[in-house]
C-alpha cells in the first residue's frame, strides 16, 4: 500500500472514532459552559439559586406564584429573583451534561488501554469532576472570590484539555521545508511563555470579576483621570479573604479594585506585546496564516476589553470578552502544538 492509501486510510479511522467526535462534540459543549458560565457571574446571577444542586428545592428552578411563595418562605434571606434563577440553573445541566459527556469519552478510553490520548482522559474526567465541586462551593460559599476565580479557570482548563484531547486524535505530523521547521523550532519558548501570560491574564480577569472591580477604572486610557491612581494592592490581591460574607456585589473598597483593575490592564499590556512578537515572528518564519490568527484574535480580545471600560460593561461585550480570552488560549494552545508536531522534509537527491 502506497503512502496517499495509508493517510487515506488513517483519515477514515479517525472519523469513524467515536473518542475523536465526542471529543469535539464535548469541546463545543465546553464552549457552552463557559460562555453560560460568563454570562451567569456578570448578570449578578451566581446565587440566583441559594441551595445546590437544586434551585429552591426544585430539578429547574420556581416559575409560578405558588411555586415562588413557598420558596420564599423557605429561602426567606434570598428571595426567588426569577431573572436569577433560570441561567443559574441552564448552566448547571450544560455542565452536568458535559460531565457525562466526559465521563462515557473516558470510558472508550479505558476499554482501549494503549490508545493515544488515555492519560489526557482521565486527566479530564478529574478536572471535571473537581469542576462540579467548584460550582457547588461557589454557591455554599456566597460567591468566595478565590472559589470563583478556580472556578473559572477550571472552565477554561477543561476546554483546554478537550481541545487538545481533539488535536491528538484527529492531526498528525507534517513535513515542512528544514529552514521553515527551524524557525518555528526557534518560538516554542515564546509560544510556551505566550500560554503562560495569557493564562495568567485569564486568572486576572478572573479575580477582577469575582470581585465586580471591572468597572473600579471608568475612564480609558487613564484611570479616575490618572495615570497612577491611589490603589491598595496588599488589600486587592488578598487571598486570605475570610469565608462567611454574602459576596455578591464585592466586599473590597474602591482602591482595592482599582488596583487589581491596574493590574488587569497591565497584564493586557503584557500579553499584547508578547502575542503580537509572536505573531509577527510567525509570519516571517513561513506561517501567515497563523500570524495574522493570532493577531486578529489578540486584536478583538483588546478592543472587546476597551469597549467594556467605555461603555460600562454591556452584558453581551462582556461575555464576548469571557469568549475572546478562551478563543485566544485554544489559538496559542493549538500553534505550540502544531509547531511540536511537525518534522523537517529531507530532501531527496537522484
Known amino acids: ?67 415562588i411563595a413557598a420558596a420564599n418562605a423557605a429561602f426567606p434571606d434570598t428571595p426567588v429573583e426569577s431573572d436569577k434563577t433560570w441561567p443559574e440553573m441552564v448552566h448547571r445541566y450544560f455542565a452536568g451534561i458535559l460531565m457525562l459527556l466526559v465521563a462515557g469519552l473516558t470510558y472508550l478510553f479505558w476499554r482501549r488501554r494503549g490508545h493515544r490520548g488515555f492519560i489526557q482522559s482521565h486527566i479530564l474526567l ?6 462540579a465541586a467548584f460550582g457547588m462551593w461557589t454557591v455554599t460559599l456566597k460567591l468566595w472570590p478565590q472559589v470563583v476565580t478556580l472556578h473559572l479557570l477550571g472552565g477554561m482548563a477543561t476546554l483546554s484539555v478537550l ?37 495568567l491574564q485569564i486568572a486576572l480577569g ?38 462567611g460574607p454574602n459576596y455578591l456585589g464585592g466586599a473590597m473598597e474602591n482602591d482595592a479594585r482599582t488596583a487589581i483593575h491596574l493590574t488587569h490592564r497591565i497584564g493586557a499590556i503584557i500579553v499584547t506585546l508578547i502575542v503580537s512578537l509572536l505573531a509577527v515572528l510567525a509570519w516571517r518564519a513561513g506561517s501567515p496564516r497563523w500570524g495574522q490568527g493570532l493577531l486578529a484574535v489578540l486584536g478583538l480580545q483588546v478592543a472587546l476589553g476597551i469597549a467594556n471600560v467605555v461603555m460600562f460593561l454591556p452584558l453581551p461585550i462582556a461575555v464576548a470578552h469571557n469568549a475572546g480570552a478562551a478563543l485566544l488560549l485554544l489559538s496559542l494552545l493549538t500553534f505550540c502544538y502544531r509547531i511540536n508536531t511537525v518534522q523537517p522534509a529531507i530532501k531527496q537527491y537522484p
Not at 126 to 131: M, N
Not at 166 to 195: C, D, G, M, N, W
Not at 206 to 228: E, I, M, R, V
Open 1 to 67: 500500500m502506497d503512502v496517499e492509501s495509508d493517510i487515506t486510510e488513517l483519515r477514515k479511522n479517525y472519523k469513524q472514532d467515536w473518542r475523536f467526535r465526542l471529543a469535539l462534540i464535548g469541546t463545543g459543549l465546553a464552549v457552552v459552559v463557559v460562555v453560560l458560565g460568563a454570562f451567569t457571574r456578570l448578570a449578578d446571577a451566581g446565587l440566583g439559586c441559594p441551595d445546590w444542586p437544586g434551585c429552591y428545592g426544585h430539578l429547574l428552578w420556581p416559575d409560578n406564584q405558588s411555586e
Open 163 to 199: 481541545w487538545m484531547l481533539s488535536e491528538r486524535l484527529r492531526y498528525r505530523k507534517r513535513l515542512i521545508p528544514a529552514h521553515e521547521f527551524t524557525a518555528l523550532q526557534r518560538l516554542r519558548p515564546l509560544a510556551i511563555a505566550a500560554v503562560v501570560v495569557v493564562g
Open 206 to 243: 478572573g479575580w477582577t470579576s469575582s470581585n465586580y472591580a471591572a468597572l473600579a477604572c471608568p475612564d480609558f486610557p487613564k484611570c479616575h483621570d490618572q495615570w497612577w491612581p491611589a490603589a491598595d494592592f496588599a488589600e486587592g490581591f488578598n487571598i486570605a479573604q475570610q469565608i
Open 126 to 131: 478529574g478536572l471535571i469532576t473537581l469542576q
